[in-house]
């Protein structure tokens, strides 16, 4: 099928003319121009439409999930035009799933219980100005210590403005200033009663009695209670909780792995829950600074001082790094700004005073031993502070925020990394743990914990049936199948083969290479050819003399290029670079997957890509068979459909200034076999919450349209599903309003009157739920894990939102993560089923392995986007420290944009 073809429905069903399209309007140019010429016309008549369906007065009250869940209505997304979009809330549930065999399970939730009478009365506290928050835990603590009023209160505080009791304070009617002295020095915090107490004891009503809503900030309080007395013997990190001497892992650079427990408050389908699970973080090593720096540069050690052309690459792993120094007679904690060229011997205070290294010597009675070494300057640096580098000691319980190595992260996943049943063992130990610190409070303000887990339901949906070459089917069994023919193979021709690994062990291994591609490519289905080069180029003049070579070779379409061993993301960005600018497309092989006994597995995940990125389909699954045992299976893809699947990336607080980067990938076709992908680079999140909404969206989502209706020969999709990765549970409301407005006008602009079925529904990978297999259900893989295709609807779900547990692929190592998904609009008024399924179908239409995996593929795809285009930001050599001087989002995302023959498909698997 080539660009120009029909689309394909998966049933045999004939689609209704456009009415009122224009014939002529083939170009996505030409389309556009109309748009913009149409635009104010359009915006005015929309406008008046508008005002002429307004809600009445009597309507406004109602919630636009009561208007939304009413079936009988024909065009359910004119009637959402009615209301304002800050009206728009997320869709109730609409029942829970039935298909699928019955499994029994274990989640990591715990019940969390509550007396009717149970309250916790709020306060206000104001401290200090610049008050650490470790100092605030310390002055309230004082607070309550000195003064009678306090006594009985059983007081929780969060370090910031909130105060909680368990009785009301004596005395404390209005706002009142408490003076403490602490460690010698005079402080004062002002408490304030609030009129908002936590009714902890309502709980129970709204699950009793369906009265109510559970409200975020009770769910808060209970958090702070839970957490308030860990605390003090933990090292925390929000709701994460570290013992530094529990066992730590040395990962190399001055940073050692901690083991830790995460603890949150979740809301259930009947009964609120605390949720348990391990956590891993690096951490910095406490010790002088000196041996920090010895550890990241071992020249510093073997040569005795610091080489200045190092300090820049000193300074990336020092730059906001916490140090204190206790040569005074308290302790004091800096931020590091870099190491200077300054040396203590040589920087000269004053005449009277002399030297740094006089200074320490005569002042604080301090020998310097390494005053030739370059001394710490802090921040702020407009003050000039330097210290030097033996009085410095790098501050404990600091989290690393950089980026890791390699070597740190495969030593991460490996400590991390537990079977199922051993993760269980752990969860439940540590809950035992902080139960036992926790209970102490919670008793006082009514609240009951369990040491037992939560048992619940869930059940294994059915797989698909996978169509692949010659148009035979098979079952996936447990997510995987057979290593087979491709559905419809690209032909290889035109290729070439270059190697950046060592020269003299290239030629047997580049023979011994195509020889066995071109075999698993015949029973793959592909045609091809001997390369029309094999060639030999050295790392650092890769770009160049790829150039000469193309130039010698005329229309070369493909290109294997095998990295060097020590392959970084250097490397892989300099072979983009080079597709970009020749226009000829790559796939990259590692050295250690080349060089060692080739098999077919490998070779056959090589050619799923290879035949992917040419235009070809590796498998699809059989729609029509596949939702046969659905109820109303055959309603979505009887119409046009496109699936776009969107992320959004941040880079880490450390990195500077770069841009956060959003890729969008949407559907053209029936069987996910072509896609159109959009790359937006927007500014750095200074506010996570509002950066997480993708910039210039309307714009996106009309280019996808407009380039799905040029591929299926002006056919419009008549239902969009749109996959959301990176969205908070917080940033529900945000993104649905802003996002589905953005939808909804990119639909009105491209034609008046054009509204499609829109099914919003975002993907979380980042939560703490674990779903293990119960003592009476035997797994179905070595590994001890669910089954693929288990999903969760009941017991801990969300009592209010439409949110499924889908765990759809089958576990190799450690414990499977389930998906989290929250349906947040659905205009279609799909049954939970059809979602589920749907969801779980898409997850096996991934073409780079022959397994199911743990999200659907547009999303998937949506993150490749992202990382391609975070690595080669990453190589673009810009100072991202020095906010003035860096480029605009548009030059950058002009840098991103990919060559202009390659534009097609998924040319970044």
């Known amino acids: 099928m080539d660009s120009n073809d029909d689309y394909q429905p998966r049933k045999r069903t004939k689609y209704n003319d456009c ?33 002429k369906n307004k809600h009445d007065e009597s309507n406004k009250g109602k919630s636009v999930s009561s208007s939304h869940g009413d079936k009988s209505k024909d065009n359910p997304l004119s009637d959402r035009r009615k209301a304002e979009i800050n009206d728009l809330r997320p869709i109730p549930r609409k029942g829970t799933g039935k298909i699928g065999e019955k ?16 309250i916790a009365y709020k306060y206000a506290v104001k401290m200090p100005e610049r008050c650490p928050r470790r100092l605030a835990y310390a002055l309230m603590k004082a607070v309550a210590q000195e003064y009678e009023c306090f006594n009985g209160c059983n007081q929780v505080y969060d370090g910031a403005q909130a105060l909680f009791t368990s009785r009301r304070i004596d005395n404390l009617d209005r706002s009142r200033i408490f003076s403490v002295l602490y460690e010698g020095k005079q402080y004062k915090v002002e408490v304030s009663p609030i009129n908002s107490n936590a009714e902890l004891g309502s709980i129970n009503n709204f699950y009793e009695e369906n009265a109510g809503d559970i409200i975020e900030n009770d769910l808060t309080c209970m958090e702070i209670i839970l957490s308030y007395l860990p605390r003090f013997t933990y090292t925390t990190i929000g709701q994460n909780f570290y013992l530094p001497n ?37 951490f910095y090593k406490a010790q002088p600074l000196l041996d920090f720096i010895r550890e990241v540069c071992p020249d510093v050690a ?13 300074n990336g792993h020092l730059r906001g790094l916490s140090i204190t120094t206790s040569h005074l007679r308290y302790v004091k904690t800096y931020r590091v700004a870099g190491l200077v060229e300054i040396t203590a011997d040589d920087h000269l205070i004053s005449e009277e005073k002399g030297s740094v290294t006089d200074f320490f010597k005569h002042q604080h009675q301090v020998n310097l031993r390494y005053g030739h070494f370059p001394m710490v300057q802090v921040e702020p640096r407009n003050r000039n502070i330097y210290i030097p580098i033996e009085l410095a000691q790098v501050k404990e319980g600091q989290r690393c925020l950089r980026s890791l190595s390699e070597s740190q992260i495969t030593t ?27 209970s102490r409070t919670c008793e006082q303000y009514g609240m009951e914990l369990s040491e037992l887990d939560t048992s619940v339901r869930g059940r294994q949906l059915p797989a698909p049936l996978i169509t692949y070459g010659n148009s035979r089917r098979v079952t996936p069994r447990n997510g995987c199948w057979s290593n087979v023919p491709f559905a ?20 047997n291994m580049q023979s011994y290479f195509y020889d066995r591609l071109k075999e698993e490519a015949r029973n793959k289905g592909m045609r091809t050819e001997s390369p029309r080069f094999v060639r030999h180029i050295p790392e ?41 600018e020749y226009g000829c497309m790559t796939q990259c092989i590692r050295w250690d997957t080349f060089t060692r006994n080739l098999k077919n597995k490998s070779l056959g995940n090589i050619l799923s890509k290879t035949n992917a990125k040419l235009g070809g389909l590796n498998w699809t699954f059989d729609a029509m068979e596949s939702f046969k045992s659905i109820r109303g299976g055959n309603c979505i893809f009887n119409t046009p459909v496109m699936i776009i699947g969107a992320d959004v990336t941040h880079w880490a607080i450390c990195e500077g200034s770069k841009p956060s980067i959003a890729g969008i990938v949407a559907t053209l076709d029936s069987t996910c076999r072509k896609y159109a992908s959009r790359i937006v680079v927007q500014p750095p999140r200074h506010n996570k919450q509002s950066t997480e909404i993708i910039h210039n969206f309307k714009d996106v989502i009309t280019y996808l349209l407009l380039k799905f209706r040029r591929v299926n020969r002006d056919v419009k999709p008549q239902k969009i599903f749109y996959y959301r990765d990176g969205v908070s ?79 759809s692929h089958s576990g190799i190592q450690g414990t499977s993560r389930p998906c989290h998904y929250t349906v947040l609009w659905d205009d279609s008024h799909l049954s939970a089923d059809l979602i589920q399924c749907f969801t779980y179908f898409l997850c096996h239409v991934y073409a780079r392995c022959t397994r199911s995996v743990s999200y659907p593929a547009p999303i998937y795809y949506a993150h490749l986007l992202c990382t391609r285009a975070r690595t080669l930001l990453a190589s673009m050599g810009y100072n991202w420290n020095n906010p003035s001087r860096l480029p605009t989002t548009d030059s950058i995302e002009g840098k991103l944009r990919q060559h202009r023959d390659l534009r097609k498909d998924v040319y970044f698997l």
């Not at 499994?103 to 149970?118: D, E, G, I, M, Q």
């Open 19 to 51: 009415e009122g399209e224009p014939s002529s309007c083939h170009l996505v140019r030409r389309e556009k121009e109309e748009i913009r010429h149409d635009h104010k016309k359009k915006k005015n008549k929309h406008k008046k439409h508008k005002n």
């Open 103 to 118: 499994v029994k399970l274990y989640a990591n939730y715990f019940p969390l219980k509550f007396k009717p009478s149970a």
């Open 246 to 282: 529990d066992e730590p892992v040395d990962l190399g650079m001055g940073i050692e792995l901690w083991r830790g427990t995460s603890m949150s408050v979740k809301p259930g389908e009947w009964q609120l829950y605390v949720n348990i699970d391990e956590k891993h973080t690096a």
């Open 302 to 314: 073997r040569r005795g001082y610091v080489d200045p052309r190092k300090l820049n690459f000193l």
């Open 412 to 438: 991460i996943i490996h400590c991390s990394t537990k079977k199922p049943f051993e993760k269980r063992r752990g969860v439940l130990a540590a809950a035992r743990r902080i139960f036992r610190e926790a």
């Open 488 to 507: 419809n193979p690209a032909e290889l021709y035109d290729w070439g083969l270059v190697s950046m690994g060592p020269q003299d062990r290239n030629l």
């Open 540 to 580: 650092g003049r890769f770009q160049e003399d790829l150039g000469r070579v193309l130039s010698e070779f005329n229309a070369i379409k493909f290109l294997f290029v095998i990295l060097p061993p020590s392959s970084k993301d250097a490397h892989y960005s300099t072979v983009k670079k080079a597709e970009q």
């Open 729 to 807: 549970n917080g940033q529900f409301v945000q993104t649905l309003r802003e996002e589905l407005a953005h939808i909804q006008a990119a639909c009105r602009e491209l034609e008046e009157g054009y509204e499609p079925q829109v099914t919003y529904i975002t993907a979380q990978k980042r939560h703490k739920t674990r779903l293990f297999c119960h003592r009476d259900q035997r797994p179905d893989n070595k590994s001890g894990n669910v089954p693929a295709g288990t999903v969760v609807d009941t017991t801990i779900t969300h009592p209010l939102l439409f949110d499924f547990f889908l765990c």
